[in-house]
């Protein structure tokens, strides 16, 4: 009794209980694909085993690959528990909502069908209502009725009878009409529900990550979680104004789609171009073995493995694996930016994109025009940039504006801080462009064509009907030839200040400054020769 009594009053270790930590993302990385996301909070723990549920963890995550940290504890076992009580809501992906719109369509689509069949239904029950009522019209007993009244009454039967009748059958008739539709239609949505079952990702509704854990002593643990996740994605947005033809104003946004379990709440974001999820070593190189040997040798190797591959009975040769080797490009290659927000962001789970303004640039500008007469009918407003900024600017996609007014979008690629590039803001209406090969009968012009000749002449005009200057840079092609026997000889009026614009032989520039209400007349001449029982292609 006394050694029990002396054990009662020793101090023991804590019995093994649950723990439920609260532990929210606080910061995220998003990568171009991907994001690093971080977890931390500290809690009072006591002596003993315990175990720690952190229950709105993504299950998709791979155990191995989270870097957990408990400072004062030793982690003894790591595991998902299921939580079957949580609903279960798809990620709205774009695919996804693409999908659903069209499972949606067809349902509704089968549904107004269902609708037509009951309202032509209810027609014919009506009509059959009708002629119920009318057969159990009778005569009173013991009543007296004039003749004319009898005949009125039958008349009456007869005539709404058969109207009754005739809107019956034909609503009975529209209804087998209206069904013959409806295995179409049922088809219909079982192939909408197929290409949505196909675009549904698995169950990704919220996890409970169980830590077991051992505390040799009472302690205030700090517990710090970081994993990455792969359905999270960002890409850069811009909005630019050319301001008063002479700069660029650069509103800059962030396209971000994360379709996790998790609901970020007020987290730090760092948005960053790195790519920790693509390819981190090189490709591997095979050796190639090459050899030659006789044209008739191989012919009769071919014959020999066309004749086995008919008869499909002999073994066919072991060649060397053939390796196709794909050049893997980075969008980023060589560049890593991180930008981290000022402020905390919230982006819900499975959420659809969400654009988070950063912030507003400024770069200089130089405005031209450029006119390519062969294709277009008018200029295009062409401003040459030059990033004066510290930053290089992403790829990505733009919308465009001139002086506060939408002109269109493009595609944006990267440049670095000094670098220069051209950067097209839509037509300029006023400055019309015409292409024309002249007739043969004007002065003997136009396209003459013999069996080993063949001679253009083209006239090209550029109108500027508006009210300001404009220089302008006029592109077209001449043929060009990397044979001997095909002769090529070209002139223009007048000459072109480039004849092979960016290193491309035949393509022509003519930088010309068109005033207010001028027109620009531009000749060209083409002649090609080749031998005799040749075909120009």
């Not at 909070?41 to 002596?47: G, N, Q, Y």
């Not at 609503?171 to 009409?177: I, K, L």
């Not at 050796?287 to 004749?307: C, G, T, W």
């Amino acid at each position: 009794m006394r050694f029990a009594l002396i054990l009662a009053l020793l101090p023991l270790p804590a019995i093994a209980d649950i723990i439920v930590v609260q532990a929210p993302p606080v910061a995220a990385t998003i990568y171009a694909q991907g994001a690093l996301v971080s977890r931390t909070t500290s809690l009072e723990l006591p002596a003993g085993e315990h175990r720690l549920e952190l229950r709105d963890m993504d299950p998709s995550l791979a155990l191995e690959a989270m870097d957990i940290r408990l400072e004062g504890a030793t982690i003894i076992a790591r595991s998902w528990i299921p939580r079957p009580d949580t609903p279960y809501r798809a990620p709205r992906t774009p695919d996804w909502m693409m999908a659903k719109a069209a499972l949606d369509a067809a349902s509704e689509t089968l549904a107004a069908l269902d609708d037509d069949i009951a309202r032509t239904l209810a027609a014919a029950q009506a009509a059959q209502d009708q002629l119920s009522f009318l057969n159990a019209l009778t005569i009173p007993d013991g009543g007296t009725i004039d003749v004319a009244t009898l005949r009125a009454i039958s008349q009456l039967i007869a005539s709404d009878g058969t109207a009754a009748r005739a809107t019956m059958r034909e609503a009975e008739a529209t209804a087998r009409r209206l069904r013959r539709q409806r295995p179409d239609l049922e088809f219909d949505v079982a192939q909408a529900q197929a290409a949505l079952d196909a675009v549904t990702p698995r169950n990704t509704a919220p996890a409970t990550l169980a830590l077991n854990i051992t505390v040799p002593e009472a302690v205030e643990a700090a517990l710090d979680l970081s994993y990455l996740i792969d359905r999270v994605t960002w890409a850069p947005s811009y909005a630019f104004d050319l301001l008063n033809d002479a700069s660029l104003s650069i509103a800059r946004s962030a396209l971000v789609s994360q379709y996790t379990s998790e609901d970020w709440t007020d987290i730090q974001l760092t948005l960053s171009t790195l790519q920790p999820l693509a390819q981190s070593e090189p490709s591997r190189l095979w050796p190639q073995l090459r050899r030659i040997e006789d044209p008739a040798a191989q012919k009769r190797d071919l014959s020999r493995l066309q004749a086995d591959s008919a008869i499909g009975m002999a073994e066919p040769i072991i060649e060397a694996p053939v390796i196709l080797e794909e050049v893997a490009t980075a969008d980023f290659d060589g560049i890593g930016v991180s930008y981290t927000l000022p402020k905390p962001v919230t982006i819900r789970a499975q959420s659809q994109e969400l654009e988070i303004a950063l912030d507003t640039l400024k770069m200089t500008a130089k405005l031209s025009a450029r006119a390519v007469p062969r294709f277009d009918d008018t200029a295009f407003r062409l401003a040459h940039v030059t990033n004066t900024t510290p930053e290089i600017l992403l790829p990505g996609r733009a919308t465009l504006f001139v002086d506060g007014q939408l002109v269109g979008q493009t595609a944006v690629e990267a440049l670095p801080p000094n670098a220069e590039a051209e950067m097209f803001f839509g037509r300029i209406d006023g400055l019309r462009l015409n292409r024309t090969v002249l007739d043969r009968n004007e002065g003997d012009r136009g396209i003459i064509n013999r069996s080993n000749e063949e001679t253009t002449n083209v006239r090209i005009e550029v109108d500027n009907l508006t009210d300001r200057t404009w220089d302008v840079s006029v592109h077209d092609a001449v043929p060009f030839s990397e044979q001997e026997d095909l002769v090529i000889e070209w002139s223009a009026t007048p000459r072109p200040d480039v004849q092979a614009v960016e290193d491309q032989r035949g393509i022509l520039e003519w930088l010309i400054s068109l005033e207010a209400g001028d027109t620009q007349i531009i000749s060209v001449e083409t002649q090609m020769t080749w031998p005799e029982g040749k075909v120009l292609r």
